[in-house]
């Protein structure tokens, strides 16, 4: 093979949900997304946030302690992807505080790590599913929002599923092919769009 022949690989892609919750909504819709986005070239890694549990943010603690191990890695791995994939419960109208945490704390600078290392350049899809007739819509902005910020290209596309608490099937299928389509159009915009800005 030439040596310049550059062998292109696929955008990688972190898919998590805003949400600890074993049964929750937003980690099955999550999964459908994170297979679609697979289906769509990209590579997904699929996090449970229930697996790398954090404290509270508290900016006395980081001064005494630093990093916890968790948010260590959590950054490593959005270091390590180009786009992010989540589902996002709406609590409040708002941002879950799960979800808000793990921002806060993946924000948080390290020595010779540039500000915002794990957001400036990344490309974010957003979704969600709530039980209630907005599907997560108002949530999605503030998080939107929040992204834009610091620093993260969020596309203008999203999918907010309602009445959540009645959309799956057992084995967490999307009954409704019509926001099942959305969804793996979301996931494909999502792989296309870090491929193309990855040059
Ligand atoms: C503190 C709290 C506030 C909530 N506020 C909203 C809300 O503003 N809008 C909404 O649609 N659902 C709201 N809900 C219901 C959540 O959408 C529901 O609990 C959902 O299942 C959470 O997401 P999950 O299933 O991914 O854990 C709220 C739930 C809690 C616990």
Redesign the pocket.
């Known amino acids: 093979m030439p040596e310049e022949m550059i062998v292109p690989t696929a955008p990688r892609i972190l898919a998590f949900?805003g949400?600890t919750?074993a049964d929750?909504?937003?980690?099955k819709l999550v999964r459908i997304a994170a297979a679609a986005a697979r289906a769509a070239g990209a590579e997904v890694t699929l996090l449970d946030l229930r697996d790398l549990p954090l404290p509270l943010f508290d900016q006395d603690l980081e001064a005494e302690k630093g990093l916890p191990a968790n948010a260590r890695a959590l950054k490593d791995l959005m270091l390590a992807h180009q786009g992010f994939l989540w589902s996002c419960?709406?609590?409040?109208?708002s941002i879950s505080a799960v979800l808000k945490n793990t921002i806060d704390w993946a924000s948080r600078p390290v020595p010779g790590e540039p500000s915002l290392a794990c957001f400036t350049g990344k490309v974010a899809a957003l979704i969600s599913?709530?039980?209630?007739a907005?599907g997560?819509l108002?949530g999605l902005v503030h998080v939107r929002s929040i992204l834009g910020n610091i620093g993260v290209l969020v596309l203008p596309d999203q999918v907010a599923v309602p009445r959540?608490h009645e959309s799956f099937t057992p084995e967490g299928a999307l009954k409704d092919a019509a926001i099942q389509a959305k969804i793996e159009k979301l996931a494909a915009s999502l792989a296309q769009t870090v491929t193309k800005l990855r040059g």
């Open positions: 949900a949400s919750r929750s909504f937003n980690k419960p709406e609590y409040n109208s599913a709530s039980p209630g907005l997560g108002r959540a």
